[in-house]
């Protein structure tokens, strides 16, 4: 009973790397930040007309806050996993050719 369950965990922690790693390297998660960050043309206009008119002028005023952000602690640490994992078999596949590389000549 307790090796299904182990087996069913270990699964589950690989389902949810693999769904964050997916996730980080098709820049979802970028993507939404610098959407967050456009203005649209009409708060643009806005802003324009403001400026025009000589009003004091606050960022804030623009920036509508609609969007829900759904990261939590979870997402932030597999992603933060993901992005180091990364990096050590980055290093260690670019060494290994280093090796590979001094065997041929």
Do not use: A, P, W
Not at 9 to 33: P, R, T
Not at 78 to 104: A, G, W
């Amino acid at each position: 009973m307790s090796g299904k369950f182990i087996k069913r965990c270990f699964f589950l922690i690989i389902f949810i790397f693999l769904c964050s790693y997916f996730i980080y390297n098709n820049g979802y998660y970028e993507y939404h930040l610098h959407n967050k960050s456009d203005l649209t043309k009409e708060q643009i206009l806005q802003f324009e007309r403001d400026v025009k008119d000589g009003r004091d002028i606050d960022i804030h005023s623009y920036l509508e806050d609609n969007t829900i952000d759904y990261s939590n602690q979870l997402t932030k640490t597999t992603s933060l996993v993901n992005i180091k994992l990364n990096d050590y078999l980055k290093n260690i596949i670019s060494e290994s050719f280093k090796i590979f590389e001094k065997l041929v000549r």
